[in-house]
């Protein structure tokens, strides 16, 4: 009689614990259904993110921008530094 909402990019926890999974994309749910649904939907964006494949719907900048040069972009432009919460 208890549900919860668990917001996360750990897959492999996800999918081991929880009873129903959505997937998120461009603001919407593009995916839904159990663990094993989910592992199986056809979906780019799902199966980009279930497996971390560098190529797909969604672009990655990698290798990532050098910290030094992002630190010191930063500091020319006077924009804050990310928190190190």
């Known amino acids: ?19 129903d999974v959505h ?23 799902v199966q980009q993110f279930l497996t971390g494949r560098e190529k797909g719907p969604v672009a990655f900048h990698y290798p990532a921008p050098d910290g030094v040069q992002d630190y010191l972009k930063r500091r020319k432009s006077g924009l804050p530094e990310p928190s190190r919460a």
């Not at 009689?1 to 009873?19: I, R």
């Open 23 to 45: 997937v998120l994309a461009q603001g919407k749910i593009v995916a839904g259904g159990s663990p094993a649904e989910i592992q199986k939907h056809p979906s780019e964006y």
């Open 1 to 19: 009689g208890l549900s919860g909402v668990v917001v996360s990019h750990s897959t492999e926890e996800v999918m081991a614990g929880a009873d």
